[in-house]
C-alpha cells in the first residue's frame, strides 16, 4: 500500500521538477554551478523517494540493493575521476541513461494498449540504444581506448542508410502489432546504429556528439514519462533534451561548424583527423629564464589555458605565478576559449579548483579587443583555439571557427610539449610567427621552472 497520497506525490514531484529547473539555471554560471549541483541532487533524492513511498513494489529488497551497489561503483568513480576525464565520465553516465531508458520501454512493450504508446516505446528503445552504444563509443575514444581519428570503413554510409530503413520498419511494425521480437531487433539496429554514427567523428568533434547524445538520452526519458504517465520524467527528460541541444549548437558554433557537418563529415573526408604527424620547421624556442624575464618585466598579461593545462595538472602552479605576477604590480588574466578543454566550462572548473578570482576570467568576446594592449600571452597547452588558419586557411577542418586573436599580442610564449598539431592535424603558422616562442616540456614542470624564476627575480 502506498504511502502518499496522489495529491502529495504530485506535490513532491512539482518540488523535484522545481529543483532540476533551478540546478539547469545554478549551473549556468561557475559562481553558482555548486550550489546548482547540490540542488539538482536533491530534486533526483526528492523523486527517488517519492516513487518509493507513492507506488506498490513488489520488489523493494531488490531495488534497494540494486541503488546499493550502483552507489558503491559510481562514488569512488566519482570522487576519484580528474578533470582530465570528466568528458569521459559524462559520456559513460549518458550512456547509461539512454541504455537503461531503451530497456525499461522493451519490458513495458508488453502492458501498453495505445498505439501511440508502443510509438514511444518504439522511439525510446531505438533512440536510447543509439544513445547507450554511441556513448561507450566516445568513451573509449576519449579515453584512448579507440584512436580519435574518424574510422569508417568503404561503403559505411550505405550500411548506415540500410540500418536506418530497417529501423524504420521495425518501429512501424511494433507499433501496429506490439512486437516483442521486433523491438527486441529494433534495440540491436539502434546498438548498432550508435556505434555506425559516432566511429566517423573524430579530433575535437567527439566532446560536441556526447553533448548531442545527451540530448537523445533526455528525448528518451521524455518518452518513457509518456510511456509510463510520469510527469516529472516528461519534465526531466524534456530538460535534458532541451538544454543538451542547445549546448551541442553552442559548441557547434563555438567551433564555426553545423552539427550535421560534425556528424556526417567523416563520411566526405570533412572531420578532424586528429593528426599525429610533428613539424620540423624551425621555430623559435627559449628557457624558463628568458620566459620569466619577458613576464616580469611586462605590464598585461593575458593566460589561454588548453587542454594541455589540464592533461598536466597544472592548474595550481599556473594560479601562483599569476599571484606571483600580481605581487609586482603585473595584471594577469585568463582568456577562456567556449570549447577550450574537451568541453564547456572545463577551463573555468579546473581554474576554480586553484581559486582563482573569477574576474579574471575572461570570455573569448570580452577578451579579445584586450590581446592588442597585452604585452605577453601565455598559451599553456592550447593550439587549435589560437589557430588563425580558423580565419585565414579556407580548407582547414577549423576555417570558420571563432578564435582567441592572441597573434595581435606584442609577444606570445607557448608550452607545449612537442611540434605535434593540435585535434584538428593541422600546423599552428601562429608557431612560427617573429613574436612567438615556444617553451618545450611538461605544462607544471615548465610553469614550475618559470615560477622559480620570477620569484628570484
Known amino acids: 500500500m502506498s504511502l502518499l497520497s496522489p495529491e502529495w506525490t504530485a506535490v513532491l514531484y512539482l518540488a523535484a521538477a522545481a529543483c532540476f529547473i533551478l540546478a539547469l539555471k545554478g549551473l549556468g554560471n561557475p559562481r553558482t554551478a555548486r550550489r546548482g549541483n547540490l540542488i539538482g541532487a536533491t530534486g533526483a533524492a526528492i523523486a527517488v523517494l517519492t516513487v518509493f513511498l507513492s507506488t506498490d513494489l513488489d520488489n523493494v529488497p531488490l531495488v534497494v540493493a540494486v541503488i546499493i551497489v550502483g552507489a558503491l561503483i559510481a562514488t569512488p568513480v566519482s570522487r576519484r575521476v580528474q578533470m582530465t576525464a570528466m568528458p569521459q565520465l559524462v559520456a559513460l553516465f549518458n550512456g547509461v541513461g539512454g541504455g537503461a531508458a531503451a530497456i525499461v520501454a522493451l519490458l513495458e512493450l508488453a502492458h501498453v494498449e495505445t498505439q501511440f504508446a508502443a510509438g514511444a516505446i518504439a522511439f525510446t528503445v531505438l533512440v536510447g540504444a543509439v544513445s547507450f552504444s554511441g556513448s561507450c563509443i566516445t568513451f573509449a575514444k576519449l579515453q584512448g581506448i579507440l584512436p580519435g581519428r574518424p574510422l569508417i570503413f568503404p561503403g559505411q554510409a550505405w550500411v548506415m542508410g540500410l540500418v536506418l530503413i530497417a529501423a524504420v520498419g521495425l518501429a512501424v511494425a511494433v507499433v501496429i502489432d506490439r512486437w516483442m521480437p521486433g523491438a527486441s531487433l529494433l534495440l540491436v539496429l539502434g546498438l548498432i546504429a550508435g556505434v555506425l554514427l559516432v566511429n566517423p567523428v573524430g579530433g575535437a568533434d567527439v566532446p560536441i556528439v556526447i553533448s548531442l547524445l545527451n540530448a537523445f538520452t533526455g528525448l528518451t526519458v521524455a518518452a518513457s514519462g509518456l510511456v509510463l504517465g510520469n510527469v516529472l520524467l516528461l519534465v526531466a527528460g524534456t530538460l535534458v533534451g532541451a538544454s543538451g541541444t542547445i549546448l551541442t549548437r553552442a559548441m557547434a558554433s563555438a567551433m564555426g561548424r553545423n552539427v550535421s557537418g560534425i556528424i556526417f563529415g567523416a563520411f566526405k573526408g570533412g572531420s578532424t583527423a586528429g593528426s ?182
Open 276 to 457: 599525429t604527424v610533428v613539424s620540423e620547421r624551425p621555430v623559435r624556442s627559449s628557457s624558463a629564464e628568458d620566459v620569466a624575464i619577458l613576464l616580469a618585466y611586462a605590464q598585461r598579461v593575458i593566460v589561454v589555458p588548453g587542454y594541455g593545462l589540464a592533461v598536466a595538472q597544472a592548474q595550481h602552479t599556473m594560479a601562483e605565478l599569476a599571484s606571483t605576477l600580481e605581487g609586482k604590480g603585473i595584471e594577469v588574466v585568463y582568456g577562456i576559449h567556449p570549447v577550450a578543454g574537451r568541453m564547456p566550462g572545463h577551463m573555468n572548473v579546473l581554474l576554480a579548483e586553484a581559486n582563482v578570482p573569477y574576474e579574471q576570467l575572461k570570455e573569448m568576446d570580452e577578451v579579445n579587443p584586450q590581446f592588442k594592449t597585452a604585452d605577453v600571452v601565455l598559451v599553456v597547452g592550447a593550439n587549435d583555439v589560437v589557430n588563425p588558419a580558423a580565419k585565414t586557411s579556407p580548407g582547414s577542418p577549423i576555417y570558420g571557427m571563432p578564435i582567441l586573436d592572441v597573434e595581435a599580442a606584442r609577444q606570445v610564449v607557448f608550452l607545449k610539449r612537442s611540434m605535434r598539431p593540435g585535434f584538428a592535424g593541422i600546423e599552428n603558422e601562429l608557431l612560427y610567427a617573429p613574436q612567438t616562442t615556444l617553451l618545450f616540456g611538461d605544462a607544471k614542470a615548465s610553469l614550475t621552472k618559470v615560477l622559480s624564476a620570477v620569484k628570484s627575480l
